[in-house]
């Protein structure tokens, strides 16, 4: 089902296909790909990436929780690398204000001192294509609804079958907006300890600046250790764990990168949007990105002084300041692609082709005539709710005040059902304070009643009156329409505001004190507007725009059947290949493959946080005291980039060389391709990805951190043949004049 929570809607795959576009099923690689990856220099098989007989590469690609980064095993002994955005959370959740491992980097320097790190992950076991079972229980006589619900009765079965053993999980996934299905089966490991970390000034240098750009200098990388029990099996954290024994860890090149060489990327994109008409371009243009750019904005300022004004505030809100900021830029920088590369029109053209080629047959007509119609009549009427649902997800959700307050609801529901029903009070008691633990710890409350006041006056200002949740009117009679006095009221004495109220609350709940509170009272709002109003209103555009993106794509597959299609992105396991190689920005200028360390010099500024170089590192950059890291020209290459076709999901992805061999750790894509989730850019389009040389570097020469470096399988580069000096032609000896007879005297 296409949700309409997706934050992006895409344009059509272009007609022509374009070299390393694509992000590709492991299970279509041999009839696809093989060959052509065969032809930019990859040197082994289809089999040796995707094999359900036999390990292979797939084997030592690391699923983050549920597919929130991508990582890869490389060791033997369970180590694994991902971005150092990516453990982010985790190196925040175990920081404090005396263990500041975000600006100053952690090492384990034996295994006793790895921490747990607080989420899962997954290695991908096997692909099923179920699509003949799905489709044998469907129907053209059946509504969107009615087809829907069977497709999830099946997928229950579908995953049901796949068993419940320790670890073992299937996730049901629709493909090509609903003409294809697959199941992805896993298996995921609980127990996982952060190993090493460097300081946020080496992790995140650059800051929002940098971000989404080239040149970049970042070294975004962190690692982490998985555990199992002693049987080697799944097993919570437990001292008596031990490492895991990947079915394979990637061989660490240490030869570097060239203009041209075949790269490959493996990892968990989650969403792309490639299969959306114009309708749902315009919209995303004109309602939704100008709406997030402007609440984040206004999110991120509030947040960013509270933080400035002190350490601990910094620590708890890094984490959740990252987050809104990465995505505030997105925002900007796609709006901006969409526009400058015309990507609307260009989808207006695909579209009459498409429906050109539909008219001019009947059986056709018949078949996908209501494509258009469909698709226009969804988005005119979502569009009538459009901000009102942004700002809902972005503002009203934004306090966290609110959000906590929707993990009471399970309390509210056995109240009302029976006051005196003790075991399920009691259960739901402890569910909430299960729930709220982490939230503490990471909450400052000052600052959360700063950003709600912001947040509801953006509602009350940008938002249709009667599309605004009923608290509103609250705060229009009983606070003449201020916000602030509002935030200042709720807070001073809501149960959702501190920990010592909620746990008094806690201690002896009753519905009457729970709706008394004008915390509860505002998230109760907030809640029923989204589940009553909002969320029904733009779900019933749904049965429209689902049906007329079914039809759409079966449209477009059926005029050109010849051509390599693949789905959009979907948190699953996904391939794409390409080169390293640079590019023309923009007119007038040339940005080169690689970035070395010499240009971290350049960009220091010790006035600005973003671009501070820390003391030691600053010292061994300045001697060039590289090591064996450095490249054949004595440089410590950074970072570099390649024509990968990747997204959000795929940070910490690993990249590959034509040997499968680790090159480096994709983390971001390029400001001037920011459109390529809705429409693939391929003179722009590029993946930035941290050299895995300056990772090591990091870790051994820097933080003295070289054991686990001792873990990895190093590959040297061939030693270069000297040329073998010219020989001169053989010269025939002169020979030897005859010997001449002795004379004898007689």
């Known amino acids: 089902m296409k949700k309409f929570l997706s934050l992006l809607v895409a344009v059509l795959v272009t007609a022509a296909a374009h070299a390393h576009e694509g992000m590709w099923l492991l299970t279509k690689l041999k009839q696809i790909n093989e060959a052509e990856m065969q032809k930019l220099g990859f040197k082994l098989t289809a ?3 995707y094999d359900i007989n ?7 690609v690391v699923r983050l929780g549920r597919g929130f980064c991508s990582g890869e095993m490389v ?7 991902t971005n150092h955005h990516c453990g982010y959370d985790a190196v925040q959740s175990l920081s404090s204000v005396e263990k500041d491992y975000l600006t100053n980097g952690f090492y384990a320097m034996s295994r006793k001192e790895e921490l747990p790190a607080g989420f899962p992950v997954s290695f991908l076991q096997r692909i099923d294509d179920v699509t003949s079972q799905v489709m044998a229980e469907l129907n053209d006589g059946m509504t969107e609804e009615q087809r829907n619900e069977k497709i999830q009765e099946v997928a229950a079965k579908l995953k049901a079958a796949v068993g419940k053993a320790n670890g073992l999980s299937a996730d049901f996934k629709v493909m090509f907006e609903g003409n294809e299905f697959y199941l992805f089966v896993y298996k995921t490991y609980r127990d996982v300890r952060l190993v090493g970390v460097p300081p946020s000034a080496i992790g995140k240098f650059g800051g929002d600046t ?8 970042t070294g975004d990388f962190c690692m982490f250790r998985v555990y199992t029990g002693p049987d080697g099996e799944p097993a919570d954290y437990n001292e008596a764990n031990i490492p895991f024994k990947p079915a394979h860890h990637f061989p660490v090149s240490m030869a570097g990168v060239k203009e041209g060489d075949f790269a490959m990327v493996m990892g968990y994109p989650g969403s792309t949007d490639r299969f959306l008409s114009s309708h749902g371009v315009k919209l995303a243009l004109d309602i939704d990105q100008p709406s997030r750019v402007k609440i984040r904005g206004s999110k991120l300022e509030l947040m960013k002084q509270d933080m400035d004004s002190s350490d601990a505030i910094r620590i708890k809100y890094a984490s959740k300041y990252a987050s809104i900021s990465n995505y505030w830029k997105y925002f900007i920088g796609q709006q901006r692609g969409l526009k400058r590369l015309r990507v609307y029109d260009k989808k207006k053209a695909q579209e009459e082709a498409l429906m050109a080629w539909v008219s001019a047959d009947a059986s056709r007509r018949a078949k996908y005539g209501e494509i258009m119609n469909l698709l226009q009549r969804g988005y005119t009427d979502r569009a009538k709710f459009e901000k009102a649902s942004t700002y809902m997800q972005e503002a009203a959700f934004g306090s966290e005040l609110i959000v906590l307050g929707f993990r009471l609801q399970g309390l509210k529901a056995a109240l009302e059902a029976d006051p005196k029903d003790a075991a399920k009070i009691s259960a739901a008691v402890a569910q909430v304070q299960a729930m709220t633990e982490e939230h503490w710890k990471d909450y400052n409350a000052p600052t959360d009643e700063r950003i709600t006041a912001a947040m509801f006056k953006l509602i009350h200002s940008d938002v249709e009156r009667d599309l605004q949740p009923s608290i509103m009117n609250v705060i229009e009679k009983k ?7 509002w935030a200042k009221a709720m807070f001073a004495t809501s149960i959702l505001a501190d920990k010592q109220r909620l746990d008094a609350f806690l201690a002896k709940p009753t519905l009457k004190a729970l709706q008394k509170d004008l915390g509860w009272q505002a998230s109760e709002s907030c809640l029923n507007h989204w589940r009553n109003v909002i969320g029904p209103a733009v779900g019933a555009t749904e049965a429209d725009t689902e049906k007329g993106y079914r039809l759409m794509v079966a449209a477009m597959r059926e005029m050109e059947p010849n051509k390599s299609w693949y789905p959009n992105a979907n948190s699953t396991m996904r391939l794409t290949y390409g080169q390293v190689g640079s590019y023309v920005p923009m007119d007038g200028a040339f940005y ?4 070395t360390a010499g240009g971290i010099l350049e960009k220091e500024d010790p006035t600005n946080d973003e671009f501070i170089v820390p003391a030691r590192q600053k010292e061994l950059l300045v001697k060039k005291d590289y090591g064996r890291y450095a490249d054949e020209n004595g440089e410590l290459v950074v970072c570099f980039i390649s024509n990968n076709d990747i997204t959000g999901g795929n940070s910490g992805s690993p990249v590959l060389n034509a040997n499968g061999e680790l090159i480096g750790i994709a983390f971001d894509g390029n400001w001037e391709a920011m459109s390529g989730d809705i429409a693939f850019e391929p003179e722009l389009q590029r993946t930035i990805s941290v050299d895995i040389r300056y990772v090591l570097w990091c870790i051994d020469k820097l933080a003295g951190a070289g054991h686990l470096v001792n873990e990895m399988t190093l590959v ?8 073998k000096a010219e020989l001169p032609a053989p010269v ?3 020979k030897p004049a005859p010997a001449k007879k002795p004379v004898v005297k007689k």
């Open 75 to 81: 060791s033997a002994e369970g180590l694994f690398l």
């Open 716 to 723: 040297m580069p061939k030693p270069k043949e000297e040329p």
């Open 592 to 595: 080169k493959h690689t970035t």
């Open 54 to 60: 036999r390990s292979g590469l797939k084997d030592a």
């Open 47 to 49: 089999e040796d990436i």
């Open 732 to 734: 025939e000896p002169a």
């Open 479 to 485: 606070y003449k329409g201020s916000t602030e006095a």
């Open 210 to 217: 940098d971000n989404w750009m080239w040149p970049r200098h």
